[in-house]
């Protein structure tokens, strides 16, 4: 059985962005050898919970949305968007489930600053840099990140054919080309997670991980699932996430299988 991901809808009224971004996160997660469990932002909480309880494994999607600043003791800036209480909801319920109870999670953009504030972290809430942050879903190839040599998402890159992993000019660093889409970044990182890289240039943090060696926490800034069937990073990001979760339901069946999990 293919192991089951919960991913919310990533924003509660933006239609336009949904119906553009599910399918690549869909693709993402099947190809990669999942099976996408859809939870609607409408749900109630019970129900939110009967399909995570369901499920595997978490994804945390991008969101035009931003993180209400006030989850986070901050004053909102000018250019910050307003908040969609909906998906709050939803991302802490998925956090919650994946903490308690130890399941693999990905966070994508949104989805990393959204689990860094729930981990008492803060965000920068506008990027202004000559890096191109926010050079946009068409752009597969927008700036550098150095990935720590020491992390294990460098080690999950090493470890796949193909990536585009080379050393920093320096030789402190494994760097990469990402695709970028975002105007805010991690400031302060939340507890029990760690930067795994940065932005080559202007060293804004691109990527967390957890620091628990035994949970799959992984979070990056970039956008995987776009460019997936031509970037072996992002098949690797993905098939990571999948073989965590298989992992995650063996070590529920030796301690003896719920009932959510046969069917």
């Not at 939870?39 to 009967?50: G, H, N, R, Y």
Request: hydrophobic share 35%; with cysteine; glycine share 4%.
């Amino acid at each position: 059985m293919k192991p089951r991901i919960a991913i919310p809808v990533p924003h509660s009224s933006n239609r336009e962005y949904v119906e553009r971004a599910l399918p690549q996160y869909q693709h993402a997660i099947e190809a990669a050898g999942g099976k996408m469990v859809l939870v609607p932002l409408d749900k109630t909480q019970d129900e939110i919970a009967e399909l995570l309880k369901r499920s595997s494994g978490v994804v945390l999607p991008g969101s035009p949305a931003d993180v209400d600043p006030e989850k986070y003791g901050a004053r909102k800036h000018p250019k910050t968007q307003p908040p969609d209480a909906a998906r709050d909801a939803a991302d802490e319920l998925f956090l919650q489930d994946a903490y308690n109870m130890r399941k693999p999670l990905l966070g994508i953009c949104y989805g990393l600053q959204a689990l860094n504030v729930w981990r008492s972290g803060t965000l920068r809430q506008h990027l202004e840099t000559e890096v191109r942050h926010e050079a946009g879903r068409k752009t597969k190839r927008a700036h550098k990140v150095n990935v720590d040599p020491a992390s294990r998402l460098a080690r999950l890159f090493s470890e796949a054919p193909h990536t585009d992993l080379n050393l920093s000019p320096d030789c402190t660093a494994m760097q990469m080309t990402v695709n970028s889409s975002h105007h805010q970044a991690a400031k302060t990182v939340g507890d029990g997670l760690r930067v795994a890289a940065r932005s080559s240039d202007d060293r804004v943090i691109e990527a967390l991980e957890g620091t628990d060696a035994e949970h799959f926490v992984m979070a990056v800034q970039w956008h995987p699932e776009r460019n997936y069937d031509d970037d072996a990073a992002s098949q690797a990001l993905f098939e990571a996430l999948i073989a965590a979760a298989r992992q995650w339901e063996q070590s529920e069946r030796a301690q003896g299988e719920p009932e959510s999990l046969k069917s």
